[in-house]
Every structure is written in structure tokens, then in C-alpha cells.
């Protein structure tokens, strides 16, 4: 009598770490990838690149360092800190035409990952990207914030002067 023989996935795939059917599409490119990841409290963008020994992170930023570098008073997993994330991104990396990398985030229109990348492409790096998807801009100027329109008006006015 045969016995069935069960396949034991990944270990990377069975955490949900790793999508390994993207990763190989994305890798059979020669651009980096801009992998944005979303927290509770935070927003983490880094842009990879592939090399046989293994990936190597060519910049990296999150919005925590916003309070730090810019005096941003804000929450730094909303909106608007994921929008200064990736325009600042874009002004400290050499990287100018990059993948986007969600993971395994669900794809929303208006989110935060479309944030990001909102502001990475404001700030020079090109991403692929339909415009439908991206917030709306008086949520990226902070509009719906009691004090938020002159706060991110002035960081953002920092961020691109600042680098290069």
C-alpha cells in the first residue's frame, strides 16, 4: 500500500516572508527594488538590489527618522509621513529607476504604500505606477490635519534642499 508523501513548502514562504513566484519575476530584471513595508507605527522603504551572494540594500529610510532629522510632530505611519519617507528616500539614493516591492501588503487604492511611492516619484526615482492608485493630493499635503499643511509644506521644502 503507497503512502502519500506530503510537500513541505519553504520556510520563507510558509512564514510569509517571501513570494518566491515575484521575487524571481522581479529579479529577472536588472533595476533594484524599492521595497516599502508598512508597521502599525511606521513606514520602513529600502532600495535593493540583487547580487548572487545576496541582496544588498543600497539606501534605506523610515519615518521615524522624519522626527529625528526634520522635527516632524506627527504620526509616522500615516499618509503624509509615508509620502516624506519616499520623497526622502529618492533624494539620498543614486537609484533612479527602481521596482516596486509590496510583499505581501494587500494593493489599496489611496494607501500609504502608494504614499511612498508618490513621494519617491516627486523626488526624482521613476516607479511604474497608475496614478488612480495614488492618495489624493490634499491628503499628502496634510489638509486633514489640524496644524499638518505648513508642518509637511516645510519639511518637504527641507528634504528637497537638503540632498543634492
Known sequence: MATKRSVVDYRR???QKTNYHQRRRQLSSTKPRLDI????NS???QIIAFEPKGD???CAYTSTKLKKEYG??????????AYLTGLAIAKNSEAKDVHADFG???SVKGSTIYAAIKGAIDGGIQVVCDKKMFPKQEQLDGKFLKR?????????EQIMDAKK
Open 43 to 45: 513606514i520602513m522603504m
Open 37 to 40: 513595508r508598512r508597521y502599525a
Open 13 to 15: 514562504k510558509r512564514e
Open 148 to 156: 499638518g499643511n505648513d508642518i509637511i509644506a516645510k519639511i518637504k
Open 104 to 106: 505581501f501588503q494587500r
Open 56 to 58: 544588498k540594500v543600497l
Open 72 to 81: 516632524w510632530s506627527g504620526h509616522t505611519g500615516n499618509i503624509c509621513a
